[in-house]
């Protein structure tokens, strides 16, 4: 038995000699891939303001109504605006998940504040808040610049800089407006917004979920924004 053993064992362990260096080799590659990976993720999430690379996006404009755009941490977050969040997610999100929402509810609380949540917030600019209005160098776009007052928030998104099967993306957990901002292309904005902030940061892709009930949602990231399930 004990001469099997060893023989076994030192066959094993000239088997095992190129299998170790192959693996090791391989381990090696695997681990440089995820520190390259790692180092992206915190270089993104380092970023104190990803809005600033894109001051065309600071400001949208529609059918009367002017918003104002900010970014923000989950662990810089004011108690009103925990609560103003908390708010809008139950009003949106609660009849999406029934009588999970309890549950679900604690989640998202837990989520808003972590240290790795970035966001995006909308406020309306007040009618009569003075505003100046300019023209980008490529002549497409207005930028309005409202120095003053940047009025109340109307929705936001949530989201961070995490690595998903094996690339790093920018990770949607929340978009989510107010009923009376909805339907005049402000989603469709920030999700532009969202993107070119995620290849600014090389992210490899925008990833989100969608509950399976939430028809319009499905319907306007994969009709509209074209993503795949
Ligand atoms: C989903 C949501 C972010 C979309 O934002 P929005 O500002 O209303 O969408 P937009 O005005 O930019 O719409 C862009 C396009 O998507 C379509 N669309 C948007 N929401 C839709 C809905 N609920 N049902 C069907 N189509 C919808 C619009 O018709 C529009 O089409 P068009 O470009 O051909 O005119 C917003 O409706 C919302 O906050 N909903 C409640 C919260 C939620 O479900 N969030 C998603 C889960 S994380």
Redesign the pocket.
Known sequence: MECEGISRSFRNYVDNKSTDTIVKTKRTEILEKKKAIDDVIKAASAHKDPLSAFPAFRFYSRHGMSMYLESGRGDKLSAPVKKYIQNLLKV??ER?YGSQWPLEEKVKRREMAAPEARYIFVYEVPNGSPCETSKTSDGKRTITNCLVDRGTMV?FAHFRFVREEGIPVLY?Y????EAR??????????MQLLENIAQKSDMGAVM?T??KS????I??YTS?LSFYP
């Open positions: 949106n999100m999406h929705g949607v929340e978009l989510q407006l901002v909805r339907g005049m292309g402000l989603g469709k904005f920030l989100l969608v509950q939430n028809f319009g949602a319907n306007f509209v």
